[in-house]
């Protein structure tokens, strides 16, 4: 029987943060009233002309610089001619020839996640996005709303790397936390900032020549480019083990019936005509610009992680988790400057910040706990001011409160109680109220000592040190 | 006041200046001319009487004001393709017969600022394609020498304005020769500057890399005072050169003397009409007489210069007009009932016979699998026309021939044959191909009908052009001349 | 060469033209022959020449990432063919 092999290439639209429009000076606001934000250079009005943004062009770059990326220092902008009623001008300005940036690449973490694979980026081009088609009850017509058109979006599009859904999705995700990391993109796929069409094909394990491949648009979300992605797969190795033949052609994901669709062959016999965009000059990014650039990257994703691992000795797990996006990767920095210990406040971060915001429905940037609040927390436990169990109780009431955790330490009393003889009273008067789990222990029952320990923390409202409990119980039982 | 439309704008300006008329006077008088003779040559398509009252009456304030500019309060027709905001921008097609621009093209707000009064849209062919005028939704213009004839196109009603004197001047725009073909069968100074010197912002679009506006007017000295004004950087064009704008009319009165002039053997083909080489060549020897040398050149790769042309334009026009959709503005048809039906007979009723004619040859050679052939080696091609102007600005000044190769012709006469119309422009396109300045002056008359003498120069070279031309013009009198029947108070 | 019916139908699709079939004849013969004139520039040798697509050599200039266009709904839609609820509208769109 044979085994077939999966080829996936994906092509991420993602849309970039800028104020303007990428050839006009219309807002890109999100949600605005429909072609309120459609100005005569996005409505495609006759005599107007583009202007291009230069945000864009810096923010390409940057992006170039995070996949090691060849800039281009010369390139051009096409024209894409089609007809669509969201597509105001009957062209989409966008790059074919001599795109911004060409050649780089992602390392993306695979399998159990201890493993890595480079993905090749074959190009990342400029383009503007189209209007909206909206089709609800205009009396059997639809509405336009031009305000999306003319964003700016960057096109990545990969090299034929991945073979499987689940290294497409990693992928995506690896793009989708790197586009964040560098803040040229809010990444918000509801919105439609992050989208991708994948180009899926099936051939037979060892075969050189790929498939014939069809290609899978507008998915906007990791559970939809996997389930599509799977879908497509498996309809095409049912189309080959049948004896017949994959047809190239573009399919639709439809989420509600969890399958994709051919489109309509008329569109698929569309002829783009692309050639330079004449109302346009070739740009030119020189090395000064690009070093300019350069100077203010932000750590990358990838070299973050690293950098957990082996400067702050945290596990590959916890590296990941803490680097999984830019937001908690800050938080995590933030905690760690004022606490002081790195494991400690990852566990702290991982374990009780990430439960807690889950519990509440909470993004991270919405935490009710502030990274320096946090981390004052943690520092406390680690100088032994408090325990990690008086530390959760803090935490908990910290979450609900705008105090710090010394104020709550002071206020309540809770600072731990180190001090020897006070501890030895206690555990005396324990040991003295216990005369038959003395003798069980003294009897060869160390189990007891759990007991001892509990009744000493009780006793002690959980404030005294459980290090200095413990040591001071097995000393004077040995007695 | 009754011979007020024989004066140039220089002649206009003096007397608003020494308050012998107002503009509003100045204004009204033209309104009347235009009002009484539009019937005849259709070569106005729009009057904007309201706007124009009001601006002319700015005008006065700020000539009494003693704040006038050269332009201040002198009447001026804008061709059709320029935006105007509130009036009707149609660009000669039924796709925009409806169209009221919301903004004003870069040059009709300059012209504005500097205080020239719109009178209102000149006739045109269709989104400027064509060389006669005929291909205009609102019909064709007549020339006003010999009403039988065509004023050429596309600027067919700007050009045919002028020579009536029905303003002092209008604006046009030259993608293959379309200010300087009409000028040369209307008898008019037609200059087409640097491509980039002026900006497209508002012109709607033909051939964007072709694209130039400029200036028909009675002689040299008023193109000079246009491009004044018109000339400089746009932000709103990304095609408009950052190049500083001298003052054009600072070298009018130099000599010729020392000039050296280009007559390149391409412009005096078997193509061209003995009546109107005899013409050029007084005009040549005239050149002559004022200083200037004669050197002949040879521009090699000229006569590919029509086929080049007719794929770049077509091409981008083809695109251009992909917004001409009916969705956002002008023409959409009757109960379409899915979007391409909408798509097909809006635009092909919109369209008129010639502009489809190009978008299908347009579309047809950047199809795929053709775009190498055709685009890709019309640009090659273009870069060798542009090498030939190169070599020969090496060793002249100016490169002087024929506008055309005949005078006007009669109406219908090339309208139903799209290669002799294209072969009309067979001079004009290659100023256009390499971008550079040109003009079309009049230098006499063949069988009662105006010759056009064409002046190319080198890239931002305008001022040269318009020196030249304008010693010539001090010496002849073709410029001034009127047809009889536009020479009086039109009865 | 000469084009044919077809792909003059072809090209009029790409175009969003409607030809009548009585005309496709006519539409054919008159583009092959501007393509015929078209050809001469073939005879152009353009081995190693870098294509034009500008008559000067200028360069983009890039803008500032501000917002400058204040809404203008109201004007601009006053254009449209359709409009209503803020926006345009076309026949159902099928996708």
């Known amino acids: 029987m044979t085994v077939w092999e999966t080829v996936i290439g994906l092509e991420i639209h993602v849309r970039l943060l800028t104020c303007s429009k990428l050839f006009s000076g219309a807002s890109t606001t999100y949600g605005a009233e429909p072609n309120s934000l459609a100005c005569a250079v996005d409505l495609g009005l006759p005599g107007v002309l583009p202007m291009v943004n230069e945000e864009v062009f810096r923010k390409a770059v940057r992006f170039g610089l995070g996949v090691n990326a060849e800039i281009s220092r010369c390139s051009v902008f096409d024209r894409k001619n089609y007809f669509y009623p969201d597509l105001p001008k009957g062209y989409q300005i966008s790059q074919l020839y001599l795109p911004v940036v060409s050649k780089g690449e992602l390392e993306i973490n695979v399998g159990d996640g201890n493993s890595s694979k480079v993905i090749g980026i074959t190009r990342a081009h400029l383009e503007e996005d189209a209007g909206k088609s909206l089709h609800e009850d205009f009396a059997g017509m639809s509405g336009i709303d031009l305000n999306r058109a003319g964003t700016p979006l960057l096109e990545i599009v990969s090299e034929p790397d991945m073979r499987s859904a689940s290294e497409a999705v990693a992928y995506m995700k690896a793009m989708h936390t790197l586009v964040r990391y560098l803040e040229i993109s809010d990444g918000n796929m509801q919105e439609g900032s992050f989208r991708c069409d994948a180009n899926v094909s099936v051939r037979a394990q060892g075969q050189a020549e790929f498939g014939t491949r069809t290609e899978i648009k507008n998915l906007n979300s990791f559970r939809f480019v996997e389930r599509a992605i799977n879908h497509e797969v498996e309809r095409q190795t049912d189309i080959l083990e049948n004896g017949g033949e994959v047809m190239q052609e573009t399919r639709l994901y439809d989420s509600d019936r969890d399958e994709t669709r ?139 409160s705008e105090d710090d955790a010394d104020t709550i330490i002071e206020a309540r009393g809770l600072r731990q109680i180190t001090d020897n003889s006070a501890i030895e009273d206690m555990i005396d008067k324990v040991l003295a109220d216990s005369p038959r789990q003395v003798e069980q222990y003294r009897a060869g029952q160390k189990k007891v000592l759990g007991y001892f320990v509990g009744q000493v923390m009780r006793a002690s409202q959980g404030r005294a040190n459980p290090q200095q409990v413990n040591g001071i119980l097995r000393s004077r039982l040995k007695n | 006041m009754t011979d007020l439309h024989t004066l140039s704008i220089v002649g206009l300006a003096e007397g608003l200046r020494r308050r012998e008329y107002s503009a509003a006077e100045l204004t009204q008088h033209f309104m009347e001319r235009i009002s009484k003779s539009n019937t005849l040559l259709n070569a106005v398509i729009t009057l904007a009487e309201e706007q124009a009252a009001a601006t002319a009456e700015q005008a006065d304030v700020r000539i009494a004001a003693g704040d006038a500019e050269p332009l201040t309060g002198i009447p001026l027709l804008h061709k059709d393709i320029f935006c105007t905001d509130g009036i009707r921008t149609s660009c000669g097609s039924k796709m925009l017969d409806a169209f009221i621009a919301p903004y004003d093209a870069t040059v009709v707000a300059r012209l504005s600022a500097a205080g020239a009064v719109m009178l209102g849209k000149t006739n045109m062919d269709e989104f400027a394609m064509g060389s006669s005028n005929e291909a205009s939704y609102y019909g064709p213009v007549r020339n006003p020498w010999d009403i039988e004839r065509v004023p050429g196109g596309s600027s067919g009603g700007s050009a045919a304005v002028v020579a009536a004197r029905l303003a002092p001047a209008a604006t046009g725009s030259d993608t293959g020769g379309s200010i300087r073909q009409p000028a040369a069968l209307c008898g008019v100074t037609g200059l087409k500057p640097t491509y980039g010197r002026i900006s497209r912002y508002g012109m709607v679009a033909f051939a964007s890399s072709l694209d130039q506006a400029g200036t028909l007017s009675a002689d040299a000295r008023d193109a000079a005072l246009l491009l004044n004004v018109m000339a400089g950087f746009d932000q709103r064009d990304s095609t408009s050169i950052d190049h500083p704008v001298p003052d054009y009319t600072a070298i009018l009165d130099n000599s010729l003397d020392g000039l050296k002039i280009g007559i390149a053997e391409e412009f005096f083909d078997a193509g061209l009409d003995d009546g109107v080489a005899s013409q050029v060549q007084a005009a040549i020897r005239q050149l002559e007489v004022l ?82 052939a055709y685009y890709l080696k019309a640009q090659r091609v273009r870069r060798v026309i542009a090498d030939d102007f190169k070599r020969a600005f090496d060793d002249v000044d100016l490169i002087v021939g024929p506008t055309t190769p005949e005078t006007a012709f009669t109406l219908n006469e090339k309208a139903s044959d799209p290669i002799r119309m294209y072969l009309s422009d067979i001079y004009t396109i290659a100023a256009n191909l390499a971008g550079l300045p040109a003009m079309s002056i009049p230098c006499g008359f063949s069988q009662g009908l105006p010759v056009g003498l064409h002046l190319i120069g080198n890239l931002f070279d305008e001022a040269r052009l318009l020196n030249v031309a304008h010693q010539y013009q001090r010496h002849t009198d073709w410029h001034s001349r009127v047809p009889e029947r536009f020479l009086q108070e039109i009865p | 060469m000469v084009l044919s019916g077809a792909q003059v139908r072809d090209i009029a699709w ?73 926006l345009y509208l076309v026949p159902r769109v099928i996708e």
């Not at chain 1, 927390?377 to 009431?397: A, E, M, P, V, W």
């Not at chain 3, 204040?70 to 254009?79: C, F, I, S, T, Y």
């Open chain 3, 14 to 86: 790409l175009a969003r033209l409607q030809i009548d079939e009585a005309d496709i004849g006519q539409y054919a013969a008159e583009l092959s022959r501007v393509l015929e004139l078209i050809r001469q520039m073939n005879e152009v040798d353009t081995d190693d020449v870098i294509a034009m697509a500008h008559p000067t050599d200028a360069v983009q200039r890039l803008r500032a990432d501000k917002v400058t266009e204040v809404d203008q709904r109201e004007k601009l839609q006053a254009l449209a063919p359709l409009a209503e609820s803020g």
């Open chain 2, 291 to 372: 200083g200037a040398s004669i050197k002949n050149i040879s521009l090699p790769h000229m006569k590919v210069s029509v086929a080049t042309y007719y794929v770049v334009a077509s091409a981008e026009c083809s695109s251009n007009l992909s917004r001409m959709d009916g969705v956002r503005f002008g023409y959409r048809c009757e109960n379409p009932k899915d979007p391409g039906d909408m798509y097909a007979r809006s635009r092909s009723k919109g369209f008129g016979a010639e502009v489809k004619r190009r978008i299908m040859i347009g579309t047809y050679v950047l199809s795929a699998g053709f775009y190498d």
């Open chain 1, 262 to 400: 051919s489109m309509r062959s008329k569109e698929e016999a569309n002829d783009y005509r692309y050639f330079p965009d004449p109302d346009l000059l070739p740009v030119i990014i020189d090395d000064a610009y690009i070093e300019a650039v350069r100077q203010f990257m932000p750590e990358l994703p990838n070299a973050k992680r690293n950098r957990f691992i082996q400067e702050l000795g945290l596990s590959a797990y916890d590296a990941a988790v803490l680097t999984g996006s830019r937001e908690i990767a800050d938080y995590y920095e933030a905690v760690l400057a004022e606490a002081g210990e790195a494991r400690l406040s990852a566990n702290w971060v991982i374990v009780e910040l990430v439960g807690a915001l889950n519990s509440d429905g909470l993004d991270i940037r919405q935490s009710p706990v502030s990274a320096k609040r946090l981390g004052g927390l943690i520092r406390r436990i680690d100088d032994n001011t408090i325990s990690g169990k008086i530390g959760k109780q803090i935490f908990r009431q910290m979450w609900c």
